[in-house]
């Protein structure tokens, strides 16, 4: 896993394999997309991070780190007594896949993970609270049952839930956290440029507000495909709104 001096392409190895499904429960079928996917495809270079940082793509392709600024697609984390190992996968740009690998000690994972432990927020369906801690989890309901975002203050993460896929998309809070200043008018630099008070501040934000920064942050940086005419709402000066459309779905 954290040799520089490989020869490409090269097939994972089985452990490297088996770290990967980790993130990908086979039970969800975007998941099982990518499983299948990755089965396709070899180790064909090394990402810009060295070891660890690695580039899957066909046999005869060239691996292009720097085309590969992908959203993370999928992580999770295998510990194994004093071992452990974070995994990122990030999502597929022009039949290539960024995979990182981050050995938490110098212990060996091995390649039987059945006694393991492994947690990832792929598996993380509606109603459950945080993997790994069972922390608190907020979820808005943007399709009651079918798209929910999530909102997790103890990990400080922001995902939206896909029924129809099952895949657990990562929103970066940065750029939610802008959304929701523009959205409110908020130019002071002291409150705008702070991000965490997304999580150390969370009742302060209404699902409403959230669900509708979703949908204006969706339409810019697409993480599912949603039918927009089923949120526009003509208001008194004939605009279209995404508000007000969510306040008894909480």
Request: charged residues 25%; proline residues 6%; aromatic residues 12%.
């Amino acid at each position: 896993m954290l040799n520089n001096n490989e020869r490409y392409p090269r097939p994972l190895t089985d452990a490297e394999r088996n770290w990967i499904f980790t993130a990908l429960p086979e039970n969800k079928p975007g998941y099982k997309k990518y499983r299948d996917i990755i089965d396709s495809y070899s180790v064909i270079g090394a990402g810009r991070f060295g070891a660890g940082n690695l580039i899957l793509g066909n046999d005869d392709d060239v691996a292009d780190p720097d085309n590969l600024a992908a959203p993370i697609f999928a992580i999770a984390n295998i510990t194994y007594g004093d071992a452990g190992v974070y995994v990122a996968l990030h999502e597929e740009v022009e039949e290539q896949i960024e995979i990182d690998f981050k050995a938490s000690s110098s212990g060996n994972i091995p390649d039987d993970l059945s006694l393991a432990k492994v947690w990832t927020y792929s598996t993380w369906v509606p109603g459950q609270k945080a993997p790994n801690d069972n922390a608190e989890v907020r979820q808005i309901y943007i399709i009651p049952g079918q798209v929910i975002l999530a909102v997790a203050p103890t990990h400080k993460k922001i995902w939206v839930y896909n029924s129809k896929s099952g895949i657990n998309h990562f929103i970066p809070v940065t750029n939610f956290y802008n959304q929701v200043m523009l959205i409110q008018g908020i130019t002071d630099p002291e409150t705008a440029l702070n991000p965490g008070r997304l999580f150390t501040d969370l009742n302060e934000f209404s699902d409403e507000l959230l669900a509708g920064v979703f949908l204006v942050y969706n339409k810019h940086w697409k993480r599912i495909n949603l039918d927009y005419n089923l949120f526009e709402k003509k208001g008194g000066d004939g605009k279209k709104s995404f508000f007000g459309l969510f306040k008894k779905q909480r």
